[in-house]
């Protein structure tokens, strides 16, 4: 048996910080509280002045993830490891099967690659298509692994993207199994339309990526999403909530009683489209979307510019909260507020 003795630390739980002895074996906390004794041939670690919490759940990563002809940067193993550098030991990664393919089939590759995981795991699964195999694959999935949340995207079309008829099927499905249905909430039509549009004015940077994400396509297919979810009585999560269109759309169901829940995202704080085309590390859908002036701004400013000269990345907005120095400092109808969350 493992018994591990951390003193004099203050811990940090939900409701309250307060310093205090942990005594934990095999990994389990046995105890809590100020002057214990540690116990014999315990492993003593002097924790004053430092903060004992516990490890962090992050709910929304994509470790090793083959995408539109990529792949992320970090295996399961680097991304899991860096976590436990900064005190993560747990990830929902998500398992994201091709169209046509076996929910199952692709569930197995994922666990594969999940092998040389540092720190713990668990999964989301994708509907990313529909079939009555689906709907058996995703009761084996709840019942037999112990997956109890499935993943839709309403962007990405011709690729991913989930209509109506499978998002009403899934969720239907979701109810039947006590599973959250879970969405990444873009209206995919208008982000295709968009696209392409962008793409003929030639602006092919990272700086292109909000120009074809206006902050109302998140926000319709939010409200979209939701009451597909209310029709059905079915509770869902939306992922990466990135402006205030989408907050307010789960702030008024909450507000009459539906069951939603809104996904903070830590990078959505960091940078805001104003802060793009200056490197690989903002080419990310998971930012901060500029506000309806700002990306009104933008617009027209593409539009007036010279073809050698439309590129919008590259000068700061006043938008703020466009750096690791001014994280707080967000305005412009944004949902942070002096580095608190207001909207969940």
């Given at each position: 048996?493992?018994?591990?003795?951390?003193?004099?630390?203050?811990?940090?739980?939900?409701?309250?910080?307060?310093?205090?002895?942990?005594?934990?074996?095999?990994?389990?906390?046995?105890?809590?509280?100020?002057?214990?004794?540690?116990?014999?041939?315990?492993?003593?670690?002097?924790?004053?002045?430092?903060?004992?919490?516990p490890g962090?759940?992050?709910?929304?990563t994509?470790?090793?993830?083959?995408?539109?002809?990529?792949?992320?940067?970090?295996?399961?193993?680097?991304?899991?490891?860096?976590g436990?550098?900064g005190?993560?030991?747990?990830?929902?990664?998500?398992?994201?099967?091709?169209p046509?393919?076996?929910?199952?089939?692709?569930?197995?590759?994922?666990?594969?690659?999940?092998?040389?995981?540092?720190?713990?795991?668990?999964?989301?699964?994708?509907?990313?298509?529909?079939?009555?195999?689906?709907?058996?694959?995703?009761?084996?999935?709840?019942?037999?692994?112990?997956?109890?949340?499935?993943?839709?995207?309403?962007?990405?079309?011709?690729?991913?993207?989930?209509?109506?008829?499978?998002?009403?099927?899934?969720?239907?499905?979701?109810?039947?199994?006590?599973?959250?249905?879970?969405?990444?909430?873009?209206?995919?039509?208008?982000?295709?339309?968009?696209?392409?549009?962008?793409?003929?004015?030639?602006?092919?940077?990272?700086?292109?990526?909000?120009?074809?994400?206006?902050?109302?396509?998140?926000?319709?297919?939010?409200?979209?999403?939701?009451?597909?979810?209310?029709?059905l009585?079915?509770?869902i999560?939306?992922?990466?909530?990135?402006?205030?269109?989408?907050?307010?759309?789960?702030?008024?169901?909450?507000?009459?009683?539906?069951?939603?829940?809104?996904?903070?995202?830590?990078?959505?704080?960091?940078?805001?489209?104003?802060?793009?085309?200056?490197?690989?590390?903002?080419?990310?859908?998971?930012?901060?979307?500029?506000?309806?002036?700002?990306?009104?701004?933008?617009?027209?400013?593409?539009?007036?510019?010279?073809?050698?000269?439309?590129?919008?990345g590259?000068?700061?907005?006043?938008?703020?909260?466009?750096?690791?120095?001014?994280?707080q400092?967000?305005?412009?109808?944004?949902?942070?507020?002096?580095?608190?969350?207001?909207?969940?």
């Amino acid at each position: 048996m493992s018994t591990l003795f951390i003193r004099g630390g203050t811990v940090v739980n939900a409701d309250r910080a307060f310093r205090a002895d942990v005594i934990t074996q095999d990994g389990t906390i046995t105890a809590v509280g100020e002057n214990l004794s540690a116990p014999a041939g315990a492993t003593v670690v002097d924790a004053g002045g430092q903060y004992v919490m516990p490890g962090g759940i992050d709910p929304h990563t994509h470790m090793q993830l083959p995408f539109m002809g990529t792949v992320t940067m970090d295996d399961f193993f680097t991304g899991t490891a860096a976590g436990l550098a900064g005190g993560n030991t747990t990830i929902i990664d998500f398992v994201i099967p091709n169209p046509q393919q076996s929910l199952m089939e692709a569930y197995h590759t994922w666990r594969g690659w999940a092998e040389k995981s540092a720190s713990d795991y668990t999964f989301h699964v994708a509907i990313t298509w529909w079939s009555e195999q689906v709907r058996q694959e995703m009761g084996t999935l709840v019942q037999e692994e112990g997956v109890n949340s499935f993943k839709h995207f309403m962007a990405y079309k011709n690729a991913i993207m989930c209509d109506d008829e499978t998002l009403v099927n899934s969720f239907k499905r979701s109810l039947e199994l006590g599973a959250m249905p879970t969405v990444h909430a873009e209206n995919g039509e208008l982000v295709y339309l968009l696209q392409q549009t962008v793409a003929d004015m030639g602006i092919t940077g990272p700086e292109g990526h909000p120009l074809s994400r206006p902050p109302m396509v998140e926000g319709e297919a939010a409200n979209r999403a939701i009451a597909i979810a209310d029709v059905l009585n079915v509770p869902i999560y939306v992922v990466h909530v990135s402006c205030i269109e989408a907050a307010e759309a789960i702030a008024r169901a909450r507000a009459r009683g539906q069951r939603v829940y809104g996904e903070v995202l830590r990078r959505r704080g960091r940078t805001s489209g104003c802060d793009l085309g200056r490197g690989r590390e903002h080419r990310t859908a998971h930012t901060l979307r500029v506000c309806r002036h700002h990306f009104g701004q933008h617009s027209q400013a593409v539009q007036h510019l010279p073809a050698k000269r439309q590129r919008v990345g590259r000068r700061r907005c006043r938008l703020g909260g466009v750096g690791p120095r001014r994280q707080q400092d967000l305005v412009c109808q944004n949902p942070i507020q002096q580095g608190r969350f207001q909207y969940l």
